[in-house]
Nanobody
Framework: QVQLVESGGGLVQPGGSLRLACAAS????????MGWYRQAPGKERELVAK???????NYADSVKGRFTISRDNAKNTVYLQMNSLKAEDTDVYYC?????????????WGQGTQVTVSS
């Protein structure tokens, strides 16, 4: 059974940094794109950053220059380094991976981790 387990969320002051990690486990044959999304109450889930299996990245305009996404394919893990955090970055962050598991391709989500940026 495939899982995406997130870690690294928490409370940080404006201007501070956090590093999120998400590790995929279970019976996985192939992982294509991995990414991070965030969702505020009452809002749609939105893309923060994504990275292809080959390392191609894409970022939301609001985080360009501040966040860096990376992955370690040997560990089936994706990271999000968040610097110069702003109050507007406060959200629940979800890990995403498009993976081929036992039987089919599918879009998988982590459980969500809270990031709060506040004085």
């Amino acid at each position: 059974q495939v899982q995406l387990v997130e870690s690294g969320g928490g409370l940080v002051q404006p201007g501070g940094s956090l590093r999120l990690a998400c590790a995929a486990s279970g019976t996985i044959f192939t992982i294509d794109d991995m990414g991070w999304y965030r969702q505020a109450p009452g809002k749609e889930r939105e893309l923060v950053a994504k990275i292809s299996s080959g390392g191609r990245t894409n970022y939301a305009d609001s985080v360009k220059g501040r966040f860096t996404i990376s992955r370690d394919n040997a560990k089936n893990t994706v990271y999000l380094q968040m610097n110069s955090l702003k109050a507007e970055d406060t959200d629940v962050y979800y890990c995403n991976a498009y993976m081929h598991t036992s039987g089919a391709w599918g879009n998988y989500w982590g459980q969500g981790t809270q990031v709060t940026v506040s004085s």
